[in-house]
Structure formats: C-alpha cells, structure tokens
C-alpha cells in the first residue's frame, strides 16, 4: 500500500525540480528531503510546524553538529522556497540550529 501524497511531498518534489533546473545534480539534498518527508509522514503530521521540525532534529542527536547543521539549512531553504506560494507555512529560525564546529585536524602517522 503507497501512502496518500500530501501537499508537503508535492512542495519538496517541486523545489528538487526546481534546483535541478539550475544544472545542480542536488542528490544528497534530495535524499535528506526525502528522510525528512518520511518523517513527517511517519510521524502522523500533515503539514511541518515547530513541533515536527524540533523532534526531527532530536532523532540526528548523534550526528555531528556541522551535519546535523547542514541538514536544518537543506529543510530551511525548502521552507523559505514553499514560502513563496504558501505564505502562512512554517520557516525555522535557524538561531536555534546546531552550532558549527571546526573540523579536526588531519594527523599525519609516519
């Protein structure tokens, strides 16, 4: 059984078309819309709002900040593109994001 497409899912297909359009492959913000339309779905939402938003961020605790990071920037920049047609929709502060780190330097075993 395929579950019911929503409005959130034909608002992510199109914003992956219409990055795509501008030559970018976009596969690896592609995938993390899908994990997060997943979610949504599976989480019982019809539409994101602060609630959804704060419990998927809780489920990647053990990622690391700049990935965690990077994947609230992926679901805020599809946010503010859906904003466009739907001005009432949810768009995260993204204050409240992951804060970066910088990256461990290499250490060269001779």
Known sequence: MTPKSTDLDA????????????GRGYQHEAYVLD???RFVRDAGATDLDQTVFDHWCEGHQHFGSNTRRS??????????????????????????????KPYQTPVLVT
């Not at 608002?11 to 501008?22: E, G, L, P, S």
């Open 11 to 22: 608002a992510i297909t199109a914003f992956i078309v219409h990055q795509r359009a501008f």
């Open 71 to 100: 994947w609230q920037r992926i679901v805020r920049r599809f946010c503010v593109y859906r904003r466009r047609t739907t001005p009432r929709c949810f768009v995260p502060d993204p204050l409240m994001f992951a804060q970066p």
């Open 35 to 37: 994990r997060f339309r």
